[in-house]
């Protein structure tokens, strides 16, 4: 990507090479987490909260978009793409490998079930920005949505391609309203963003698609 230099298993990575931080430095929610513990305020509850917190935000905002699936006990381990991915937009790729598994043992479980919710999050969007394009289309005179067939082909189907991306995009990556008018898909959308897209439109398509047909039989 000509913005962030390139992707890997572990994040996108700068031109320097190395791992960026979720929004290219550290949050506020970070620092404050840091001067904390540099000043010795707070109790290990409140910096605890506010870690577990940080976590969950980093994994909704930032993770997601480039390992939106986390499928078995193996791929939650400390040396699999989802640990190192997130422990980098976390700021953590400084501390000793040591420390970096101890913290994710802690937090794995809970930063997993923020992907699983945020993934759900991002489905019901789509369901319901489906269900209202197609009725859409059935109002106007003109007008089509792409076949399942043509989805399925991805990029070689350009037109169907062009559509999808441009109707869904938002809900995986919501900067794309700012930026799919102006910038190549490759500066703002990673891979396994575009994957994610239309593998969910793939699974439901034909029950989206029911849905929004039993919708438009109910209005006329």
């Not at 305020?41 to 980093?58: C, H, P, S, W, Y």
């Amino acid at each position: 990507m000509s913005e962030s230099g390139s992707e890997s298993e572990d994040g996108p990575r700068n031109n320097r090479g190395t791992i960026q931080r979720g929004d290219r430095g550290m949050t506020a929610e970070q620092d404050g987490i840091a001067q904390m513990r540099l000043a010795g305020m707070g109790n290990a509850q409140t910096i605890n909260d506010l870690e577990r917190m940080m976590v969950k935000k980093t994994v909704s905002k930032s993770t997601v978009l480039y390992c939106p699936f986390v499928n078995n006990a193996k791929e939650l381990s400390y040396n699999q793409p989802f640990a190192k991915i997130t422990l980098g937009f976390l700021g953590k790729n400084e501390l000793s490998d040591t420390e970096k598994s101890e913290f994710w043992e802690e937090h794995k479980q809970m930063a997993h079930k923020a992907l699983n919710v945020k993934r759900s999050n991002i489905s019901g969007q789509m369901r319901k920005k489906f269900v209202e394009h197609i009725k859409k289309i059935n109002d106007s005179v003109t007008g089509e949505f792409p076949s399942i067939d043509n989805i399925r082909k991805g990029r070689k189907e350009a037109d169907s391609w062009i559509h999808i991306v441009a109707n869904f995009i938002q809900y995986i990556v919501p900067e794309s309203k700012q930026k799919i008018a102006e910038l190549p898909l490759r500066d703002w959308c990673p891979v396994a963003s575009e994957a994610l897209l239309f593998l969910m439109i793939e699974n439901s398509y034909e029950m989206w698609m029911e849905e929004a047909e039993n919708e438009i039989n109910e209005d006329q």
